[in-house]
């Protein structure tokens, strides 16, 4: 039976003791380095707590995944619905290259490792509705006519996608200003914006 990273609301502080140690722990010594043992030493927890809430320590990392997801679906509905669908598409990568940059460097990198190698077992818990959020977006713009229909909103949304996934790739493989470069934010929303439809002269 998979254990689910769900915690009851008196539970909050030790998960966000965890959490922190995680980050500040993953900087000194590295996620490879850490062991759950150190973890709970740092929190001041019995190793039975924290396998309370973790099954494993890599579900640290998919307890991240699950924020993610909560984060922009949250973002979506507070700043995203209802607003043109083209800034709706330029704010969600801008704030998916914001998220990223304000990530812990190192447990970042092992993040998206980990995320690729357990990937069905990270659905199994909570499905990325991310790309589907995107999707939605370009579809609607097609039906209000404001995205032109010249490709699919699959097809413009797997170029978003593309994107938003390389660009960290890019971080991670030495380029440290890459999420923040105000001039690669540009292009993309010049990517983005070229599928507006134009009024017609």
């Not at 949250?74 to 990568?93: H, P, Q, S, W």
């Not at 995107?134 to 579809?139: A, D, F, L, P």
């Amino acid at each position: 039976m998979k254990r689910q990273i769900v915690v009851r609301e008196h539970d909050n502080a030790t998960i966000e003791a965890i959490r922190t140690a995680v980050d500040k722990m993953v900087e000194e010594i590295g996620f490879d380095s850490m062991t759950v043992r150190d973890i709970c030493t740092e929190v001041g927890i019995t190793v039975g707590t924290f396998y309370h809430y973790f099954s494993s320590k890599n579900d640290l990392l998919l307890d991240r995944y699950i924020r993610y997801v909560s984060f922009f679906e949250n973002y979506y509905e507070k700043e995203l619905r209802g607003i043109n669908e083209i800034d709706a598409l330029k704010l969600i990568v801008k704030k998916q290259l914001e998220y990223g940059n304000n990530r812990v460097f190192e447990i970042y990198k092992r993040y998206y490792q980990i995320m690729i190698d357990e990937s069905d077992r990270w659905s199994g818990f909570r499905v990325n509705t991310v790309p589907m959020m995107i999707e939605n977006i370009i579809k609607n713009g097609q039906e209000k006519g404001t995205i032109a229909n010249d490709f699919s909103a699959y097809e413009i949304r797997s170029l978003i996608l593309s994107i938003m996934s390389g660009l960290p790739i890019q971080y991670f493989s030495g380029d440290k200003s890459v999420l923040s470069d105000p001039g690669i934010i540009r292009v993309v929303e010049s990517c983005i914006e070229s599928f507006a439809l134009k009024p017609v002269q």
